[in-house]
């Protein structure tokens, strides 16, 4: 299967859409009795099954939704490529509140769902949803990850995501500064829930000059007062005097208006999607002289953690040195872009698509 670089979901019906971004399938999951609305995109499964974590959000349309899950689940299939994972690229959104909706019914109608793709989907947590979440999707389906180390599961994969975008920030920070040392450094992040706080506590660590923001007052502050660093209102992120912008929260945060605006030498972070549209906005950073280092592959750690407990024998420590490869990898796609005259984003996908093909043949019988 072709995967294609999409600068934008321009279409508006389902099929289309669907074309544009090269998925193979996507499911819509309707339970009345419990109020379930889910979709589930299967991006491509040429290196293995589609593995991706459910996130739940009150999105303002279905088609919003449609969007975002088919974004996310392409992001996925290139994070599993380019870390070097034998996995392919899935995602399921959950439509609604996630403090009113989700009960125990509500969540094993959909481990049913994900039942009946019979592996073809794996699923983990991602927005709004917790281990305790996977623990009841798995009494309905042996297709899930993201358990409690209790039950044999890695736990949360947030620690380690935030490893890894953590790497790649210390590797953008080598290309762009020469040193990967964050000690005094200006950074930015925006976002502060799982990942991003526990970024934050690396980047305190290594005695950078953080500031934070956050759509939730009350978590900025108290994240503010563990930690001890600024913070600033949401919309104001993007004027800072800063060497780092670190976008930890929803995409799309890097676009026709804010871009222009930023005052940072690299931006880094744990979002999916930061690009509004790859191609453009990828361009816009590149003309300002900003280093753009490729979401999907900073905040690989996750699926890195995953990954490794669905296929058994899960270790920790194992996982972290996996992660740590980001580093090198990070590197080494700046360096094609850069050789290349391309935007980073554009090395990404390039060198991610590579290995979709090279070992999808592998794989395929002929």
């Not at 996130?55 to 599993?80: I, P």
């Not at 290309?175 to 950074?187: A, Q, R, S, Y």
């Not at 094609?336 to 698509?353: R, W």
Request: glycine residues 10%.
């Amino acid at each position: 299967m072709e995967i294609k670089e999409v600068q934008s979901l321009k279409s508006e019906g389902l099929f289309s859409m669907v074309a544009e971004l090269g998925h193979e399938q996507v499911v819509h999951c309707y339970d009345e009795a419990t109020g379930l609305k889910a979709l589930i995109a299967i991006h491509n499964t040429a290196l293995g099954p589609s593995l991706g974590g459910t996130r739940m959000w009150n999105y303002a349309s279905e088609q919003e939704a449609l969007t975002d899950v088919l974004r996310l689940s392409r992001g996925m299939t290139f994070k599993a490529a380019i870390s070097g994972l034998n996995l392919g690229g899935g995602k399921a959104v959950l439509i609604g509140d996630a403090k009113t909706m989700k009960t125990e019914a509500y969540l094993r109608r959909f481990g049913k769902f994900i039942q009946s793709l019979s592996g073809k989907y794996i699923t983990a947590e991602d927005v709004n949803m917790n281990t305790a979440d996977m623990e009841y999707i798995s009494m309905e389906t042996k297709y899930v990850t993201g358990l409690p180390e209790s039950m044999g599961g890695g736990g949360d994969p947030s620690p380690v995501t935030a490893y890894g975008v953590y790497m790649g920030i210390k590797a953008t920070a080598k290309k762009v500064f020469g040193t990967d040392d964050l000690g005094g450094k200006k950074i930015g992040v925006q976002g502060v829930g799982q990942v991003g706080s526990y970024l934050v506590e690396r980047l305190v660590k290594e005695n950078a000059k953080v500031t934070i923001t956050d759509i939730s007052e009350e978590k900025m502050k108290a994240i503010a007062k563990r930690f001890g660093v600024d913070t600033i209102d949401q919309d104001k992120i993007y004027d800072l005097d800063m060497d780092i912008y670190s976008p930890c929260a929803l995409g799309a945060s890097l676009n026709d208006d804010t871009i222009p605006r930023l005052k940072c030498a690299l931006v880094a972070g744990g979002a999916n999607n930061q690009l509004k549209e790859e191609l453009k906005h990828g361009n816009m950073l590149l003309d300002r002289g900003i280093v753009y280092a490729p979401d999907f592959l900073i905040n690989a750690g996750g699926v890195i953690s995953v990954g490794n407990e669905f296929y058994g024998n899960y270790n920790r420590e194992r996982v972290y040195r996996h992660t740590e490869k980001i580093y090198d990898t990070c590197l080494s796609i700046l360096n094609l872009a850069e050789k290349e005259k391309i935007t980073s984003q554009e090395a990404a996908i390039k060198m991610a698509e590579k290995r979709i093909e090279e070992v999808g043949k592998v794989r395929i019988p002929r």
